[in-house]
């Protein structure tokens, strides 16, 4: 996501950032890892030299694009689904 925002980095500092960003919110008792995994990952980046904004804007991205957006067709099947059992 960093390069997608013209931000270029080595990958390796995106990969350090998401991976000790995962450890936090697996190890942290927070449901779904939300505000653990971006704040960590965001500290992360800024430790790397990255400033904030940029780092901001590819991790909520990110999480967008990984998490967020593949509940929608989820949450479409699932609403089709209630509404075929109230019908029948």
Avoid: D, N
């Avoid at 940029?54 to 694009?65: M, S, T």
């Amino acid at each position: 996501m960093l390069h997608a925002i013209g931000y270029t980095q080595p990958y390796y500092v995106a990969f350090t950032s998401f991976i000790m960003a995962a450890l936090v919110g697996t190890v942290l008792p927070v449901p779904l890892e939300l505000g653990t995994f971006e704040g960590t990952c965001v500290a992360m980046l800024h430790v790397f030299g990255i400033p904030v904004e940029p780092a901001l804007i590819a991790v909520l991205l990110l999480r967008g694009f990984t998490f967020w957006l593949p509940m929608i067709p989820g949450l479409w099947l699932a609403r089709r689904e209630l509404h075929s059992k109230r019908i029948a």
